[in-house]
């Protein structure tokens, strides 16, 4: 019954070396966001889309991008990942971008960068 | 800055015991509010939300309070159980586009 399914769980890349992170949804939900979450910190918003409309946020590094081509399934494209971007990668969505929206996120996917 | 904290990064309770974990913000102009559990290795799962026209909310063995006046949340859990041991986040929509900004977890251990 899983909603928000993010593929894969564990990911291992190289430094330097792109990888990209799936998401995918079954709410058909209008919003879907990227955040990162670092050991033992909360989860920090990298950007979001509003249907095909990209938002990003004003810190996120240019190394992160995103692509969403259909209203089910959003990308998470790390162009040269450092050491410093190993995190959980975690993918949530919501109906709309109203202030009482609920996010529902996905179980995430844990990077690491050898 | 304006941000969400919590006071207590750790909070260890007895099996049965009810549970207080608290946060506080200090942008008055956020106006709702969501606490989540994270479960280790898991995302973050809604618990319960509360608008800032209220000042309690209800839920299944949890309760939100909040109190405005020293920009205080605090989230209750009665009979705290095993299943219970998880990270909570308090977070804040600051209005306008959906944005939530999460405050730093406390670590909540049950001890049976």
């Known amino acids: 019954d899983a909603m928000v399914i993010q593929n894969p769980r564990y990911q291992v890349t190289q430094f330097g070396k792109p990888v990209t992170l799936s998401c995918s949804q079954t709410?058909?939900?209008?919003?879907m966001y990227w955040y990162q979450q670092k050991s033992s910190q909360a989860p920090k918003l990298l950007f979001h889309y509003y249907d095909k409309d990209f938002n990003n946020e004003a810190d996120t590094p240019d190394n992160f991008q995103s692509r969403r081509p259909n209203t089910s399934f959003c990308f998470l494209d790390i162009r040269s990942p450092g050491l410093g971007d190993a995190a959980m990668y975690l993918c949530?969505?919501?109906?709309?971008?109203?202030?009482?929206?609920?996010?529902?996120f996905g179980s995430g996917t844990q990077l690491s960068v050898l | 800055g304006e941000n969400v904290g919590l006071h207590l990064p750790t909070l260890s309770v007895q099996e049965g015991d009810n549970s207080i974990i608290n946060c506080a913000y200090s942008?008055?102009?956020?106006?709702?509010f969501i606490w989540y559990k994270q479960e280790s290795g898991k995302g973050p799962q809604f618990i319960i939300d509360?608008?800032?026209?209220?000042d309690k909310r209800q839920g299944q063995r949890v309760t939100v309070l909040l109190n405005k006046t020293v920009k205080h949340l605090s989230l209750q859990i009665a009979a705290t159980q095993p299943g219970d041991s998880a990270v909570y986040f308090c977070a804040e929509n600051k209005g306008g586009a959906n944005n939530l900004f999460f405050g730093t977890g406390t670590r909540l251990t049950v001890i049976p």
């Open positions: 709410l058909n939900h209008n919003v």
């Open positions: 509360i608008r800032s026209n209220m």
């Open positions: 949530a969505t919501s109906r709309g971008s109203s202030n009482n929206e609920k996010l529902f």
């Open positions: 942008n008055s102009a956020s106006d709702y």
